[in-house]
Nanobody, 121 residues
């Protein structure tokens, strides 16, 4: 199970930190990621770690603004979101996969419940 927290409403330029805590399995040596879903759209990768290439990956529009961190001792991973923009508004999901595929591939085994991020202009 993955449990998310940390969403909310901020003004443009503000910051939020999303958390995703795992229970029942460890996040060590796994693929973890944050995905974003706008209303009526598909879920797309924002940032992730791991995958067949064992990389840390960011979607172009968030490079330099978002940071993904795996806190192994806490069995938690985070998405630090700085300089937020209105177009970042949506529901954010964390995901976990044991192995296989690039980390930005949405074929994950477990998903968090989703957390709403709203950025006002």
């Amino acid at each position: 199970q993955l449990v998310e927290s940390g969403g909310g409403m901020v003004q443009s330029g503000g910051s939020l930190r999303l958390s995703c805590t795992a229970s029942g399995f460890t996040l060590d040596d796994s693929t973890i990621g944050w995905f974003y879903q706008a209303p009526g759209k598909e879920r797309v990768a924002v940032s992730c770690i791991g995958g067949v290439d064992d990389i840390t990956w960011y979607e172009d529009s968030v490079k330099g603004r978002f940071t993904i961190v795996r806190a192994t001792a806490e069995n938690t991973f985070y998405l630090q979101m700085n300089n937020l923009k209105p177009e970042d508004t949506g529901v954010y999901y964390c995901g976990f996969r044991g192995s296989g595929y690039a980390c930005y591939d949405p074929r994950y085994d477990y998903w968090g419940q989703g957390t709403q991020v709203t950025v006002s202009s």
